[in-house]
């Protein structure tokens, strides 16, 4: 089974300010990214993913992801935040076409400041 | 991208009771639904899986009999909390999918709170 790893369960950033959320993985078998966001009280958002071709992935609300496959990781990014990026975010790992599990984090609590 | 509803968004009901929880694809045909717990601040952990015609797998720790999952159709799947207490109350959130490796598009989540 995998295991998704996400460091840093609470990223406070000054509003415009870059901002990285790290993301990595267990497995070395063929896999599918993910990352969503989660308001308050509302399900998962679909931000981006990953399933095959260019490494770097780009997503709504100008987030974008790069995989690195000797790394294990999928770290996601944005340049400048906004206050209504405030949420929670999950990554998250499938196993390829083989597999329907998705492997969640523990996910990062972003909190930009004003 | 795809749409999935839940129903209802929020539920309060009394310790004994059974509740019903649906999940439906709008604007595709999921062969594989899922069923997530969520408990404040924390990650989504998955209870089950849920495939059309067929019976659903639980996850270990999860009790089958506690969380009955039906998925009648390729839109739909159920899930009842039967004898509800206390302890069941969280979030629970659906996902869908259209197969193997595809994207799981979750619900909106329902709030069950058991008094």
């Known amino acids: 089974a995998q295991s998704v790893t996400q460091l840093d369960s609470q990223v406070p950033v000054f509003e415009e300010a870059p901002v990285e959320l790290r993301c990595n993985y267990s497995?070395?078998?063929?896999?599918?990214l993910f990352w969503y966001v989660q308001y308050p009280n509302q399900g998962l958002q679909l931000l981006l993913k990953?399933?095959?071709?260019?490494?770097l992935v780009k997503g709504i609300n100008g987030f974008e992801a790069e995989f690195n496959k000797s790394q294990t990781s999928f770290h996601l990014r944005k340049p400048s935040v906004h206050i209504s990026d405030t949420a929670e975010y999950f990554c998250?790992?499938?196993?390829?076409?083989?597999?329907?599990?998705?492997?969640f984090g523990t996910g990062t609590s972003l909190t930009v400041i004003p | 991208g795809a749409v999935v509803s839940q129903h209802p968004s929020r539920v309060i009901c009394k310790s004994g009771t059974s509740v019903k929880i649906e999940c439906r694809s709008l604007?595709?045909?999921?062969?594989?639904m899922f069923w997530y717990r969520q408990f404040p601040k924390q990650s989504l952990m998955l209870m089950a899986t849920s495939n059309e015609g067929s019976k659903a797998t639980y996850e270990q720790g999860v009790e089958k009999d506690k969380f009955l999952i039906n998925h009648a159709s390729l839109t739909l799947s159920t899930l009842t909390v039967t004898s509800a207490h206390p302890e069941d109350s969280s979030f629970y959130i659906c996902?869908?999918?259209?197969?193997?490796?595809?994207?799981?598009?979750f619900g909106p989540g329902t709030r069950l709170l058991v008094l």
């Open positions: 497995s070395s078998v063929s896999v599918y």
């Open positions: 996902s869908a999918n259209r197969g193997a490796g595809e994207t799981q598009y």
């Open positions: 604007d595709f045909q999921a062969t594989t």
């Open positions: 990953y399933l095959s071709g260019s490494t």
């Open positions: 998250a790992v499938s196993e390829g076409n083989t597999g329907n599990q998705f492997y």
